[in-house]
């Protein structure tokens, strides 16, 4: 493991990556991180918002071109996470709180998954029981999007 | 503006700061929160104006941007407490100066937008086309929001902050 890690490090890209002194290479793909994580966020908030029954005259499925900003968002941040993961491998991979990050990252896209599921297909108004789940969907995401920004801040000081 | 800085390095909140291990991961973090608040519901509201998901009506849209001011706020008190507490990286740092000059065009166009563009769409229901005016608002908030978080991005890069 520690091999492929050092030899992932070790690769032109990575070198361009973490070295090359242009505003291109790391400056920039760590601020598409941080756009992607914007639009991620951001999108998901908006439909997090809704299902706690904000902003009532939003129909639910009005909404749902908003999934495909979260998802090319999160193509982006795949992309330059990536980039970022292997301009530093050997660090990253020992650190406890990069997996803790993803991990919260993998619940939140299924969460969004679940979320999109009743957007698309809910027709108002909500039953009792239906209103209660989507809050609750609602809640989660909001605590695993948190959950993702603070372990991803946290890694550059753990 | 040496002595300013000099000056708000004396002060308590700044000497809080240089000293805590954790207050300033703690205000990063909350930053990239509001960040999310931000461009999300602004973000939101900005493509109705533009033109996009045009079922929302418009009016609807907008009920949602207090959330964007609650998280404006989050990233001026966050904002202030990293500038009081390591005033020597904003002092002389041209990416520093760009976001506040994009800040100042937000805040400039969302003026505009109430003054000259509020009262033609907030009644626009379903459906509803945007006029020209509204969509280029829109653009410009977008554009400049975006621009606030490229230059933040990029304070140690271009500038000297970390």
Not at chain 1, 15 to 41: C, K
Not at chain 1, 44 to 73: M, Q
Not at chain 1, 122 to 128: A, F, G
Not at chain 2, 79 to 93: S, T, W
């Given at each position: ?146 959950g993702?920004i603070t372990a991803?801040r946290l890694?550059?000081?753990? | ?28 973090t ?133």
């Amino acid at each position: 493991m520690t091999e492929f890690l050092t030899w992932l490090e070790g690769t032109a890209l990575a070198v361009w990556t973490r070295e090359s002194p242009s505003l291109w290479a790391y400056p920039t793909i760590l601020t598409l991180h941080t756009v992607g994580l914007g639009i991620v966020v951001g999108a998901n908030a908006v439909v997090d918002l809704r299902l706690l029954g904000f902003s009532p005259r939003i129909p639910f499925p009005a909404l749902r071109p908003l999934f495909r900003f979260v998802w090319w968002a999160f193509a982006l941040n795949a992309a330059t996470g990536v980039l970022l993961f292997m301009a530093d491998a050997t660090t990253k991979a020992k650190q406890p709180i990069f997996y803790l990050k993803l991990t919260f990252i993998g619940l939140a896209l299924w969460n969004t998954m679940l979320s999109k599921r009743v957007i698309v297909e809910e027709r108002e108004p909500l039953e009792r029981e239906r209103l209660s789940r989507s809050r609750r969907l609602a809640v989660v995401s909001l605590l695993l999007w948190t959950g993702a920004i603070t372990a991803g801040r946290l890694m550059a000081y753990l | 503006m040496d002595a300013l800085v000099a000056w708000l390095q004396a002060t308590t909140l700044s000497r809080m700061v240089v000293q805590s291990l954790w207050i300033w991961p703690f205000c990063e973090t909350i930053h990239f929160v509001g960040l999310g608040l931000v461009i999300g519901v602004a973000g939101f509201f900005d493509l109705r104006l533009i033109g996009f998901m045009k079922r929302v009506p418009v009016s609807a849209a907008k009920e949602l941007m207090p959330f964007a001011v609650w998280g404006f706020l989050l990233n001026l008190t966050t904002g202030i407490v990293f500038v009081v507490g390591h005033p020597e990286q904003y002092a002389h740092n041209s990416a520093f100066v760009a976001k506040m000059g994009f800040l100042l065009l937000a805040g400039l166009n969302a003026v505009l937008f109430e003054w000259m563009v509020s009262a033609q769409v907030v009644d626009l229901g379903a459906g509803d086309e945007t006029p020209a005016m509204a969509k280029v608002i829109g653009t410009l908030s977008l554009v400049s929001w975006f621009a606030v978080l490229y230059c933040g991005r990029m304070l140690p890069f271009i500038g000297n902050a970390f």
